[in-house]
């Protein structure tokens, strides 16, 4: 069988199990098992596909007409110009949060104190630290497993950041912060029954927020002046409808808040600056 012919009958199959981009998940598998780039691949697509390679390419092929996420079949996922491992547990990072991360950048100077709630994969704390690197950057979760991950990645990227296995501020007993930082669960009970199968593949633990979604919001906010030096920042990724709640339950634990829309125009960020 050829690449061309490889590339064609994947594509097939992925079309009818309803997979969005089809041909285009087909060819990014395949480039990425051979090591090649898409379109160089393409462009000499007569070429032979080996039988080893042929099988390898099947079980990916299997893994995503299942409709199991591009990102864990590769293994890997870009966030902030870095590129992240990440496996399944472990929620993968979008390219959404990449707001936030720059809203959290824009606060930071060289020596702050930062603290990364529910870091998962450690997207968001591992690209503070290598882009702050003055930063003491604290990550915690509950998840052993993503901690695990998170400090592959801090490896991965040569970022330093001190990982704690914690429900929100459970084991920081005492410390402060200038910048906290969260991209918590947020997806309601309603919106956890229209979520595509891809999603449905990522830990429940790092999705659902509650009936309403904003079990964390409500948590991190009242807890969070406690471990806030005066004048620090604490910093959200929303869902596209929260904006209102986050934001008022930032001005009664914490401060005037502000919001940031995302490049597809959703709100996306809310923050607020601890009162004096």
């Known amino acids: ?5 490889a590339l064609r009958s994947a594509a097939d199959r992925l079309e009818r199990a309803g997979v969005p981009d089809a041909a285009h998940d087909a060819a990014q598998m395949l480039a990425h098992l051979l090591d090649e780039n898409a379109v160089a691949m393409r462009l000499n697509a007569d070429r032979p596909l080996s039988p ?3 099988e390898a390419y099947e079980e990916r ?3 995503r007409e299942a409709r199991e996420p591009m990102q864990y079949i590769l293994g890997e996922t870009g966030f902030m110009g870095f590129l992240f491992h990440v496996e399944p547990g472990v929620l993968i990072p979008r390219p959404d949060t990449e707001i936030l991360c720059e809203a959290t950048l824009d606060r930071l100077h060289a020596a702050s104190r930062v603290l990364d709630i529910g870091t998962g994969s450690g997207a968001l704390a591992v690209s503070l630290s290598a882009l702050c690197p003055g930063c003491a950057v604290t990550a915690v979760d509950v998840s052993d497993a993503a901690l695990a991950v998170a400090r592959g990645n801090a490896l991965r990227v040569g970022a330093d950041v001190r990982f704690v296995k914690s429900d929100c501020f ?3 007993e005492g410390e402060k912060f200038d910048v906290i930082v969260s991209n918590p669960p947020y997806i309601s009970s309603g919106e956890m029954a229209h979520l595509m199968p891809e999603v449905l593949m990522e830990p429940e633990s790092a999705l659902f927020g509650g009936a309403d979604g904003l079990d964390f919001y409500r948590r991190i906010a009242r807890e969070a002046p406690c471990h806030m030096r005066p004048g620090g920042w604490l910093l959200f990724e929303t869902g596209w409808k929260q904006k ?3 934001c008022a339950l930032l ?3 914490v401060g005037e808040p ?3 829309r995302d490049y597809g125009g959703n709100w996306r960020v809310a923050g607020a600056r601890l009162r004096v």
């Open 52 to 54: 080893e390679a042929g």
């Open 251 to 253: 001005r009664e634990h």
């Open 244 to 246: 209102e709640a986050v």
């Open 170 to 172: 459970d084991a920081l």
């Open 1 to 5: 069988m050829t690449i061309r012919e």
């Open 61 to 63: 092929i299997a893994r």
């Open 258 to 260: 502000f919001a940031l």
